[in-house]
């Protein structure tokens, strides 16, 4: 008999969610996404893909589907237990405290994780080790940090909830090149250290470096999903751009 597959880390069928008023941004997406891997969301400006991460994270609320982290149902959970359920979110802007210092920020994200499995000060060290940048400068204050060493508090500071699931929402937005590959290698690390990744980046190019797989959004719908060694720069112009007739 052949063994069986593992639970994916997260399970998504038939997504559909919107804002007030409007109609669905996001459109019937599915996807399963293997422990301990990279996805790379990716897609043209407006295609939905920060709207369907938002979903994810209980911040936008579904219209249709289910979500499931590590064979969990969590649709109808709110933010705070979606974190409490194992996933965790890194938003784009505002994720950090910047009047505040890095240890202080590392403390006010764990203020409400009481009865979480795994969070506390062996959680926070293996945390630390995967950032040693910050790690040195416990008494500095955030917005003091390089904006690569801003990402890295914001992904230490999801992770101490010990996230099944770690949800980034472009990372790398508005940083140097230098910063950019920094921010994607911690990202390498996150995922070594047996978390799953999905990353939502407008910097093509970096998101397929270090992606195991890369789904493309348009107009709110799966257009593609596939290692990125599959997918050539004509097949994503076609999809991000439409073929040239």
Do not use: H, W
């Amino acid at each position: 008999m052949s063994a069986e597959a593992p639970i994916p880390a997260l399970s998504v069928r038939g997504l559909r969610a919107g804002y007030q008023g409007g109609g669905d941004i996001v459109r019937g997406i599915s996807l399963d996404l293997a422990p301990e891997t990279i996805l790379a969301v990716i897609g043209p400006n407006g295609s939905g893909k920060s709207s369907f991460v938002k979903t994810l994270a209980g911040l936008l609320r579904s219209r249709e589907g289910s979500i499931e982290v590590t064979g969990r149902a969590i649709t109808g959970l709110s933010p705070a237990r979606r974190v409490m359920s194992g996933l965790a979110y890194v938003p784009q802007e505002a994720n950090v405290f910047r009047n505040l210092t890095i240890r202080e920020n590392l403390k006010l994200a764990t203020e409400f994780l009481r009865g979480r499995s795994g969070v506390g000060p062996a959680q926070e060290e293996q945390v630390l080790s995967l950032f040693p940048e910050i790690a040195r400068r416990p008494k500095a204050l955030a917005g003091n940090l390089s904006g690569g060493q801003r990402q890295m508090l914001a992904f230490a500071c999801a992770l101490l909830a010990n996230p099944e699931v770690l949800l980034l929402d472009e990372p790398t937005a508005g940083l140097s090149p230098k910063f950019v590959g920094e921010t994607m290698e911690a990202v390498i690390r996150v995922r070594e250290a047996g978390v799953t990744v999905l990353l939502v980046e407008q910097n093509v190019a970096a998101a397929l470096r270090i992606a195991d797989e890369v789904m493309v959004l348009v107009a709110g719908r799966k257009s593609l999903q596939a290692p990125p060694s599959d997918v050539s720069s004509g097949d994503l112009a076609d999809l991000f751009f439409g073929k040239m007739q």
